[in-house]
Nanobody, 127 residues
């Protein structure tokens, strides 16, 4: 029902910036909560950020708050993750996620809340 394709990953030096994009297919994109998770080598997948369908509410992991910004363009069926002041510990595969469920509270932070996942894009931050 929903297909997600990420782009924009790459290699950047610490302190640099990258912008990830996620193009979604599906006519109901505008009604979905969208988000990003990441997984570093040897670590569990972790929540990064999420944005409600209207774009009016956003949610961030404490580790990225103030450095990353999630946004969406419903006309383009695209969600973005602007990453500034990158650190080596931000190195991971970043996954775009989508959910048509009605989420509230801590549910935004759980991987199980998002049925749809992209293939992932690698972000590497060198020190």
């Amino acid at each position: 029902q929903v297909q997600l394709v990420e782009s924009g990953g790459g290699l950047v030096q610490a302190g640099g910036s990258l912008r990830l994009s996620c193009a979604a297919s599906g006519r109901t994109f505008s009604s979905y909560t969208m988000g990003w998770f990441r997984q570093a080598p040897g670590k569990e997948r972790e929540f990064v950020a999420a944005i409600r369908w209207s774009g009016g509410s956003t949610y961030y992991a404490d580790s990225v708050k103030g450095r990353f910004t999630i946004s969406r363009d419903n006309a383009k069926n695209t969600v973005y993750l602007q990453m500034n002041s990158l650190k080596p510990e931000d190195t991971a595969v970043y996954y775009c996620v989508a959910s048509g469920l009605i989420l509230s509270g801590h549910n935004y932070y759980y991987a199980r809340s998002y049925p749809y996942w992209g293939q992932g894009t690698q972000v590497t931050v060198s020190s």
